[in-house]
């Protein structure tokens, strides 16, 4: 095979809005799953099997039998980029807490039985290499065009899916406001479709959801009077607050105006000797001042959410409501 794991993936850059087709040619949109992004290699060459590769080049195919039994349906001399994803057969949707539990499984009667309730799927967008032959400077287009050929004339299904796209700009602006309600899809990806795919490279442009909802401000980093990051919270139905997300550098006149209102904290906050990390899944403790649970904030946020309404990305922070009590935010749920 002409490529070898690592491959660095292609990238995209968050934007608010579709970029003009002016300045990047004609337009494909594809939706965006909540998964780990994932190169998948498969080779029966010289006694090699399938490999997958995660976006950082760690290989965890070990992790997921179930994919390696099923790429008997895949041709030899293939790779695919994708997005991996798992289904919840209990709750019937899909799980990024699933995923997470089949990636750091440990033991093979583990990790088969995870294989059985949290069944894992390949969501392919691109295919980078087909009967050896590299494809790399091929344009979108005709990349596209192959790997719908790729599932058409191998019949392959599930755990193999493709990815929607579209180039119709109302069927996609129609996925980021109906789809995104669906667990596991946040968004859409833009592509040029006369595009060559560049490892590593922030080519792609992608769009998430944004809902507006409100939240406690439990704790700040920065100063009181000059707060830089808003640590958020919400009460569950028992009354305790439950840590649920961080806002992005706030503003200098959006810091000036929460650190007018913010009172300081008593002995009995709930927080008290709570760890708080800089970014999801980093070991990197904040410095953190606990203040008084009673300021709302406004927040706009995106549909990465875990168990109980917990964001996955920083929110933003749009402006304090200090018409509504910390009584009458949304509750935390362990649904």
């Keep these: 095979m002409t490529l070898q794991p690592p491959v660095e993936p292609m990238l995209a850059q968050a934007v608010e809005s579709v970029p003009g087709t002016a300045s990047i040619g004609e337009l494909a949109y594809e939706q965006k799953f909540d998964g780990y992004r994932a190169l998948l290699f498969n080779s029966t060459r010289a006694g090699g099997g399938p490999v997958v590769q995660t976006r950082r080049g760690l290989q965890i195919q070990d992790r997921f039998p179930d994919l ?29 807490e699933g995923l997470q539990r089949r990636t750091a499984a440990r033991g093979r009667t583990t990790r088969q039985g995870l294989a059985q ?61 109906t789809w995104t309600e669906l667990s596991g899809i946040e968004g859409i990806v833009v592509k040029a479709l006369n595009q060559p795919y560049h490892p590593g490279h922030r080519g792609w442009y992608k769009l998430r959801r944004r809902d507006t909802t409100e939240a406690i401000i439990g704790a700040i980093t920065g100063t009181p009077i000059r707060p830089q990051l808003l640590l958020l919270g919400r009460r569950d139905p028992q009354g305790h607050l439950r840590p649920i997300g961080r806002t992005g550098p706030l503003r200098a006149e959006a810091s000036r105006l929460v650190g007018g209102n913010l009172t300081e904290a008593t002995p009995e906050h709930p927080w008290t000797g709570m760890r708080f990390v800089s970014a999801w899944g ?16 406004e927040i706009s946020a995106d549909t990465a959410v875990n168990r109980g309404g917990v964001y996955r990305h920083p929110v933003r922070f749009k402006r304090l409501r200090l018409d509504v009590t910390a009584a009458e935010v949304p509750f935390y749920t362990d649904a």
């Design 68 to 96: 390696v039994s099923a790429a008997a349906q895949l041709p030899d001399g293939l790779v695919l980029d994708g997005e991996l994803v798992v289904w919840d057969a209990k709750t019937r949707r899909l799980s990024f």
């Design 117 to 177: 309730s949290l069944p894992a799927f390949f969501v392919a967008f691109d295919i980078l290499q087909q009967d050896g032959i590299e494809l790399l400077r091929h344009p979108y287009r005709q990349r596209r065009l192959r790997l719908e050929a790729l599932f058409t004339d191998h019949e392959l299904s599930s755990p193999w899916t493709l990815c929607p796209m579209t180039t119709d700009l109302i069927k996609a602006e129609q996925w980021l406001e």
């Design 282 to 297: 980093s070991r990197d403790a904040l410095k953190v001042t606990l203040v008084a649970p009673e300021l709302v904030a």
